[in-house]
């Protein structure tokens, strides 16, 4: 795995308990609903604190990271 900053998040948003389901909504841990934002290249991205701070995950990254596990964060 590539120790960068994106993959950080994805793990901790995957290890808080925040899902992606088939049809490309993200559930949090107690099984709410998040609102997506498109960042300026158009990909779907949710909000998680992080140490202290607020940060942005890839829908698809999380997605994929779900699917195909820590071969898709190399």
């Known amino acids: 795995m590539r120790d960068s ?3 950080r998040i994805t793990l901790e948003a995957y290890n808080k ?3 992606v ?3 490309g909504t993200v559930t949090s841990h107690k099984g ?3 609102s997506l934002f498109k960042d300026k290249r158009g990909y ?3 909000q998680i604190r992080f140490k202290k ?3 942005s995950v890839s829908v698809h990254r999380l997605q ?3 699917k195909f596990g820590i071969e ?3």
Do not use: D
Request: glycine share 4%; proline share 0%; charged share 30%.
């Open 44 to 46: 779907y991205r949710f």
């Open 32 to 34: 709410n609903t998040l």
């Open 64 to 66: 994929a990271y779900q």
């Open 21 to 23: 389901c088939k049809i």
């Open 53 to 55: 701070e607020s940060k």
């Open 5 to 7: 900053k994106q993959n």
């Open 17 to 19: 308990g925040y899902r």
């Open 72 to 74: 898709a964060l190399k």
